[in-house]
T-cell receptor, first 115, second 109 residues
């Protein structure tokens, strides 16, 4: 079934540890995104990639890094986790074309708790 | 700055109609999206408006007025499964989505 998968589903992490959240899509979409969702706030863009080999910073990039070695995978790394990074993380993808086809499709999310 | 406003929570009765409003102030406009998000799940796409007017999709309709910076999502014949959060998002001049905090819709029997 075509779509986006994320791993892990949930994780409890000690502060200061390094963590990589995985995201894979099989829709051959050009663009991919990482968001965090916190209670009472809208989805906030962390990083994005318009095409394989390129990445860009979103609204809240500090403390996070990404890579886009190929079309399908877009991992998000927390180099040294802090409690303020406790959140639900969603990966999304889109065709990357302007207009209706630029609808973003979301993975199931990763619930991360940093203690 | 960029801002998307929508009510935090609304309550409606099964079988009724509800309208969820969204107002926006963004740097540029390349379309407005509505997503549905059930608790603990991912957002799923509902509708997209880029021109003024009403778009209808079954029980759901979405309206846009670009001059007023205003949209609404209209849900008819409400069902219990419509209990969810509804997210309004605007694509700005950089083709990035700016998201509202979402409206939690509670459906009562």
């Amino acid at each position: 079934i075509a779509g986006i998968t994320q791993a892990p589903t949930s994780q409890i992490l000690a502060a200061g540890r390094r963590m990589t959240l995985r995201c894979t899509q099989d829709m051959r979409h050009n663009a991919m995104y990482w968001y965090r969702q916190d209670l009472g706030l809208g989805l906030r863009l962390i990083h994005y990639s318009n095409t394989a080999g390129t990445t860009g910073k979103g609204e809240v990039p500090d403390g996070y890094s990404v890579s886009r070695a190929n079309t399908d995978d877009f991992p998000l790394t927390l180099a040294s986790a802090v409690p303020s990074q406790t959140s639900v993380y969603f990966c999304a993808s889109s065709d990357g074309l302007a207009g209706d086809t630029d609808t973003q499709y979301f993975g199931p999310g990763t619930r991360l708790t940093v203690l | 700055g960029q801002n998307i406003d929508q009510p935090t929570e609304m309550t409606a009765t099964e079988g009724a109609i509800v309208q969820i409003n969204c107002t926006y102030q963004t740097s540029g406009f390349n379309g407005l999206f509505w997503y549905q998000q059930h608790a603990g799940e991912a957002p799923t796409f509902l509708s997209y408006n880029v021109l003024d007017g009403l778009e209808e999709k079954g029980r759901f309709s979405s309206f846009l007025s670009r001059s007023k910076g205003y949209s609404y999502l209209l849900l008819k014949e409400l069902q219990m499964k419509d209990s969810a959060s509804y997210l309004c998002a605007v694509m700005d001049s950089n083709y990035q989505l700016i998201w509202g905090a979402g409206t939690k819709l509670i459906i009562k029997p």
